[in-house]
T-cell receptor
Framework: GAVVSQHPSWVICKSGTSVKIECRSLDFQATTMFWYRQFPKQSLMLMATSNEGSKATYEQGVEKDKFLINHASLTLSTLTVTSAHPEDSSFYIC????????????FGPGTRLTVT | TQLLEQSPQFLSIQEGENLTVYCNSSSVFSSLQWYRQEPGEGPVLLVTVVTGGEVKKLKRLTFQFGDARKDSSLHITAAQPGDTGLYLCAGDGGSNYKLTFGKGTLLTVNP
């Protein structure tokens, strides 16, 4: 149980275009989903927290107009990187929190974004 | 702001050796989780500790939560090359279930 998927697993896009990344909890309902960014050999940096049906809460320094998050249902959250630039190239990981236990988060496999 | 100091950041050892990774904070956490991550993949949850003083074992891995719930350790006995990876500790402050991550320990076990 507690499986989280992400799609796509990798994507290459041109500078100025937008990219959407999906995060799904496959076998449980996710009360909250989190989006992280990770640079090589470094820890995870939380970007935003999203609850189903409400606006995402962004961490300080994260541009909400650039990183659009939609949590449409209890099993799906999307992150759209708008007008992507090379500096947005990174490994993006989502996680999902269920209700039993409420404190455990399960991570997706990540999405490697490369902006050329 | 809650911070988790994780040490060491890098560890390279020979197969068969033992090692310990530490996570320390001045803050109290409702729970603390340990993850292992391999390159190009998401973190995989190893264990969650909730009660102060709690000790959990997962084969050759032993996890301990400090009595005051401010620190934790991961001890690996007789490390194997398959243990190679990035180990992350993460504390749950309890208010909104956001995890505070340590900087990670990049472990390399050489055959």
């Amino acid at each position: 149980g507690a499986v989280v998927s992400q799609h796509p697993s990798w994507v290459i896009c041109k500078s100025g275009t937008s990219v959407k990344i999906e995060c799904r909890s496959l076998d449980f309902q996710a009360t909250t989903m989190f989006w992280y960014r990770q640079f090589p050999k470094q820890s995870l940096m939380l970007m935003a927290t999203s609850n189903e049906g409400s606006k995402a809460t962004y961490e300080q320094g994260v541009e909400k107009d650039k990183f659009l998050i939609n949590h449409a249902s209890l099993t799906l959250s999307t992150l759209t990187v708008t007008s992507a630039h090379p500096e947005d190239s990174s490994f993006y990981i989502c996680s999902a929190r269920g209700t039993n236990p409420r404190y455990e988060q399960y991570f997706g496999p990540g999405t490697r974004l490369t902006v050329t | 702001t809650q911070l988790l100091e994780q040490s060491p950041q890098f560890l390279s050892i020979q197969e068969g050796e033992n090692l310990t990774v530490y996570c320390n904070s001045s803050s109290v956490f409702s729970s603390l989780q340990w993850y292992r991550q391999e390159p190009g993949e998401g973190p995989v949850l190893l264990v969650t500790v909730v009660t102060g003083g709690e000790v959990k074992k997962l084969k050759r891995l032993t996890f301990q939560f400090g009595d005051a719930r401010k620190d934790s350790s991961l001890h690996i006995t007789a490390a194997q090359p398959g243990d190679t990876g990035l180990y992350l500790c993460a504390g749950d402050g309890g208010s909104n279930y956001k995890l505070t991550f340590g900087k990670g320990t990049l472990l390399t076990v050489n055959p």
